[in-house]
């Protein structure tokens, strides 16, 4: 089974800190292109960051240069570490895993910067 559990959403002001986890199966961790996407009312999903098995990474213009994912292949668990949040940051964050031709998703958790 394709298990993707996604933690530490919540309540922050504007210019604080979150860091989001996700907890993956050990079965697609290793192999696979792990990813944070975000969807805030009435909007589209979009890609917030991604990065490879090899540790390349990949950021929405949006959030490049106060996010930062990575991941740890002993826990098989990616992070989002998210800085200086800003209220478009507002959104339910969802864990991502790209495998072969198919995309699994977490549950999403809820991200909201306060004004």
């Known amino acids: 089974q394709v298990q993707l559990v996604a933690s530490g959403g919540g309540l922050v002001q504007t210019g604080g800190s979150l860091r989001l986890s996700c907890a993956a199966s050990r079965s697609i961790f290793s192999s696979n292109r792990m990813g944070w996407y975000r969807q805030a009312t009435g909007k589209q999903r979009d890609m917030v960051a991604t990065i490879t098995p090899g540790g390349t990474t990949n950021y929405a213009d949006s959030v490049k240069g106060r996010f930062t994912i990575s991941r740890d292949n002993a826990k098989n668990t990616v992070y989002l570490q998210m800085n200086s949040l800003q209220p478009e940051d507002t959104a339910v964050y969802y864990c991502?895993?790209?495998?072969?031709?198919?995309?699994?998703w977490g549950q999403g958790t809820q991200v909201t910067v306060s004004s």
């Open positions: 991502n895993a790209h495998v072969g031709w198919s995309d699994y």
